[in-house]
């Protein structure tokens, strides 16, 4: 057990991002607790120094290989003896490194993915905020992580909340349904025909939570529930009719499960990162997350409705894919990441993120996903896809 005489030490994959920010404010509240091995990100080297100048790590990394030499020689300025690294190489050999017993996986997108599968075949804690290794690779993950002995931890507040609710001993005996709460984001409400023209600013606007702008988008498309529902199946091994979204839009009801007993379990709490993350770190211990007691008075009601197929429909495209299986979840994954990549752009209507990604499901065959290599084949090419789409849509 972590603590004063043996902290863990945590390798911290995109520690410049959101789910990086709340991570190193747990982390620095438990100095005794917590020793900081290695943190990463794509190339915002600022940052990235900072965070070594505070947290004094044995390495720190940059995916972009030419951001390299801006970050060894800020250390070198600084006086720390910190080590440069760069490439997706050196953070597969970080998360799976003995040097750290806990990996945070919370690189964006598909560029996470094979460190994480790396965290897990080491037999890590793993932390798990990068939802597109589940959603792209999960049967590869799971099947690493049981030979392995490694513990997933889900980060996702959603997931972290099943992971709660769900029986002691890891089994699935009683269980009826799991149900996912959504916020709604923060088009909630509102009818297809009235987010024609609706701006990456508004997208980006969430009601409940401060996220990075590709997720505030997949929340305001309810994609991002969508890749939820697909990561459920794998992290808690129910099929997709097993799986319900339902709109919370207090986000303070995080996620539910039903019983076949009638009961119905839920975790609540303010709508804040860092309780999940400090649940991952310290289970099977609870400590101080810095997030404020939950004042219910003050709440006074907690409002449920069904989500809005019509007005989101990459809801349903997920739940398709899931039901698909094979490579359908990565294509529509990858497809998600060029579509949204474009709007933020300005070069994608909003609507025409769920019709790129319907698009590219269409063209694409899906195929068994029968290893990690056929699955990142089929992510690149469902990116050239839908880039080949989005050119005969004149977008360039």
Known sequence: MAGPLNPRRIALLGATGSIGSSALDVIARHPDRFAMH???????????????????????????????????????????????????????????????DTVIA??????????????????KRLLLANKESVVLAGAVLMRAASANNARIMPVD???????????????REGVRRLLLTASGGPFRGRSRASL????????????????????????????????????AHHLFGLPADRIEVVVHPQSVIHSLVDYVDGSVLAQLGNPDMRTALAYGLAWPERIDSGVA??????????????????????????????????????ILNAANEVAVAAF??????????PDLIEATLAAQAIEPAADLGVLLASDREARRRAGELLRKMGIQ
Request: hydrophobic share 45%; net charge negative.
């Open 344 to 353: 933020l752009e300005g070069r994608l209507p909003f609507l025409g993120i």
């Open 38 to 100: 290695a943190v990463s990100a794509r190339s915002r080297v600022p940052e990235l120094l900072a965070i070594c100048d505070r947290f004094r790590p044995d390495v720190a990394i940059v995916s972009d290989e030419s951001s390299y030499a801006s970050l060894r020689d800020g250390l070198k300025d600084l006086g720390l003896p910190t080590e440069a690294r760069s490439g997706a190489g050196a953070l597969d050999e970080i998360a799976a490194s003995d040097d750290n």
């Open 157 to 171: 507040s959603e997931h972290n909340a099943i992971y709660q609710c769900m029986p002691g001993d890891g089994s």
């Open 106 to 123: 919370a690189i964006v997108g598909a560029a996470g993915v094979a460190s994480t599968v790396a965290a897990a075949r080491a037999g």
């Open 196 to 231: 024609a023209n609706v701006t990456a600013e508004e997208a980006c606007a969430h009601p409940n939570w401060v996220m990075g702008r590709k997720i505030s988008v997949d929340s305001a498309t309810l994609l991002n529930k969508g890749l939820e529902v697909i990561e």
């Open 293 to 330: 007691p939950l004042d219910l008075a003050a709440l006074a009601r907690f409002d449920f409705e069904p989500p809005d197929l019509q007005a989101f429909p990459g809801l349903g495209l997920a739940f398709d894919a899931l039901r698909a299986g094979g490579t359908a979840p990565a």
